[in-house]
């Protein structure tokens, strides 16, 4: 039985993963543009009607997503690609590298959208939040705008190491909680 072209050396040279679903890219055309040939066919890349300087331009900015996948110039990025003509590989994209979103709503109220599967607890522990009110048909989140703390704190216990993305567009990784010093030692 032969390994796979997950362990081909061209795969292991190149190092450059799909932007949409995260496998290696071997070819030159999926790693010049960081989407595979199957992501490429089904959100639509091959379909988009876009003068070839857009199209490099397209191709830049996926290729940025898929190497830093965080920070403000991803979801900026995102929002070209749709002003490219990309909307159905910008959400695609957008959707897979962050796990949470944090919007304003009306009168500042925050809007929290977490992609499932939900961390054990999760229910519990958005319910802690004062004034938080679950909206079941948006899937959504509404809390207060003053409880950014304890949002951050309950999304540290959670859902540490995921992306998300703040209210100002900013895409960033949650921080682990710091580790109490029990004092005592740990027996494994």
Known sequence: MSAGWES???????????????????????????????????????????????????NKLIYLIADRREGPSVREACSRLVELGFTRLAARIFERIVRVVVERGENQRLLVRVSRPYAVGHHDAFAGIPGRVRDHQERVDVLPGSSFDALWRVLQELYPGERVALPGGEVQSIPYLPVQDGGGDVGF
């Not at 070819?27 to 199209?55: F, I, M, N």
């Open 8 to 58: 081909l050396a061209s795969t292991r040279m190149l190092d450059i993963r799909c932007a949409v679903c995260g496998h290696p890219l071997r070819d030159a055309l999926s790693a010049e543009v960081a989407l595979g040939p199957d992501c490429r066919a089904k959100y639509g890349y091959d379909a988009v009607q876009v003068t070839s300087e857009g199209r490099a331009e397209a």
